[in-house]
């Protein structure tokens, strides 16, 4: 009976007054970065004469962009719950260096080169190994007391020493032909037709997605938008899917590699050439799902409103019945495993397993987490807002490497960066007191 009343009652608007933005729903801070990273790309393509915004650039962007968005939605987790996580370059590094000697040292002899078995079993291996790191971290911080700063500190070191004690420092390559395809590059590209289907089926999931939860809050009888501003934000967002599709796909194949392909599907190669496009990146294809998992998982899920219950205020969430200690064990377990999906894009990118992989990887997935709007003081993160950090990130450093900046330059601009990032965010948490 009491279901039927709420859903018979006439909705509330939200917004009957007030701005366009605050009738959109819009969060301020996200439209703040999409304004930065536009001000980035223009600014960049002008300086570059415009190579930036060129398809090519976009999609190279993209695939660099993919490994360090994947660790940072888990970042936002653990800076969620008032900790920090340093060392996630070096278990990158050292499960990196793990997945290369099993693919090139230890399965060839069981099963073969070029085993299709080869690439599946290197991956859980990798998610395994990394998850466990986690956890033992986060059994370290959350059971025995210790901070996360150095719990992890101490895991920096010690990772990247394992790291090179696996092969000794030793390059180990080249990877197995499937699993290189998790790095993207001609392998590991989807292809026209393929992208535009996943980002059809993409453009109508926002459709459904925003459909359900305005009919949610209808029944339950919580303001809702009006109908227009639900119609221009489903249309912005599939503008945005099929735009992307669209940029991908105008990035053709090399002319020896499309002749090649050609060759081996038995096409007669015409006068003119063939134009073969790309499509989406596998790996830019696997951090969209693991952003989409981790959204699910920290707004729909209990175990995500437990972490945003203990970094608002430790103590209530604790006194009222959450198991705060192996929650925060399992945040830091997450963050392992998404580290090993991270450390199988990576060694897979670079067809190699290097001692080097992963380097000052815990700065940029920081970085990123803080820059999409995650509070070091707790209790406030998206995931989405990392991901578009990590993104703002890339974009620094990809434009400076086409300009020919230094590195050591490089590396000045990304640190200015993280502290204005951190300025800000305090300005805007004074602002909104």
């Given at each position: 009976m009491t279901a039927h009343a709420t859903t018979s009652a006439p909705p509330q608007s939200a917004s009957t007054d007030g701005s366009l933005l605050s009738r959109l729903e819009i969060d301020v801070r996200m439209l703040g970065m999409l304004g930065a990273l536009a001000v980035i790309w223009i600014g960049f393509d002008i300086l570059s004469g415009g190579l930036f915004l060129t398809p090519r650039n976009l999609w190279n962007l993209s695939v660099?962009?993919?490994?360090?968005?994947?660790?940072?939605?888990?970042?936002?987790?653990?800076?969620?719950?008032?900790?920090?996580?340093?060392?996630?370059?070096?278990?990158?590094?050292?499960?990196?260096?793990?997945?290369?000697?099993v693919q090139v040292q230890w399965l060839p002899g069981w099963l073969g080169f070029e085993h299709w078995l080869t690439a599946p079993v290197a991956v859980l291996i990798a998610v395994v190994i990394g998850g466990v790191i986690g956890l033992f971290q986060g059994w370290l911080i959350a059971y025995l007391g210790i901070p996360s700063f150095i719990v992890t500190l101490g895991g920096l070191l010690v990772w990247r020493g394992a790291a090179w004690w696996v092969t000794t420092g030793q390059t180990v390559a080249p990877m197995d032909t499937r699993f290189k395809a998790l790095g993207g590059g001609v392998e590991g590209a989807l292809g026209a037709t393929a992208t535009w289907i996943v980002a059809s089926v993409a453009a109508g999931l926002v459709v459904?997605?925003?459909?359900?939860?305005?009919?949610?809050?209808?029944?339950?009888?919580?303001?809702?938008?009006?109908?227009?501003?639900?119609?221009?934000?489903?249309?912005?967002?599939?503008?945005?899917?099929?735009?992307?599709?669209?940029?991908?796909?105008?990035?053709?194949?090399?002319?020896?590699?499309?002749?090649?392909?050609?060759?081996?599907?038995?096409?007669?190669?015409?006068?003119?050439?063939?134009?073969?496009?790309?499509?989406?990146?596998?790996?830019?294809?696997?951090?969209?799902?693991?952003?989409?998992?981790?959204?699910?998982?920290?707004?729909?899920?209990?175990?995500?409103?437990?972490?945003?219950?203990?970094?608002?205020?430790?103590?209530a969430a604790e006194l009222s019945g959450i198991n705060t200690r192996w929650t925060l064990m399992k945040v830091f377990g997450l963050m392992g495993f998404l580290c090993g999906i991270s450390a199988c894009i990576s060694t897979a990118r670079l067809n190699a397993a290097t001692n080097a992989a992963g380097t000052l990887d815990e700065l940029y997935v920081i970085a990123s987490a803080v820059i999409g709007g995650t509070s070091l003081a707790g209790g406030i993160g998206t995931v989405a807002g990392a991901m578009l950090g990590a993104l703002v990130m890339q974009s620094l450093q990809s434009g400076m490497v086409l300009l020919g900046v230094d590195t050591p330059l490089q590396n000045?601009?990304?640190?200015?960066?993280?502290?204005l990032a951190v300025w800000v965010d305090g300005l805007y948490r004074r602002r909104i007191r």
């Open positions: 660099q962009t993919a490994s360090i968005a994947v660790m940072s939605t888990g970042m936002v987790l653990v800076i969620v719950t008032r900790n920090i996580d340093l060392s996630v370059g070096a278990i990158l590094g050292l499960v990196g260096m793990i997945v290369g000697v459904v997605a925003l459909g359900l939860a305005r009919r949610r809050r209808i029944r339950f009888g919580f303001p809702v938008r009006p109908a227009w501003a639900d119609a221009v934000i489903a249309l912005l967002a599939c503008g945005a899917v099929l735009g992307a599709a669209a940029i991908a796909n105008s990035y053709p194949l090399p002319v020896g590699t499309a002749r090649r392909w050609a060759e081996a599907n038995g096409i007669a190669w015409p006068e003119g050439g063939l134009t073969i496009p790309h499509g989406v990146a596998v790996p830019v294809l696997i951090a969209v799902i693991v952003g989409l998992f981790m959204t699910f998982l920290a707004r729909r899920l209990r175990f995500g409103r437990y972490v945003f219950a203990i970094g608002g205020n430790p103590e000045i601009v990304v640190g200015a960066v993280l502290v």
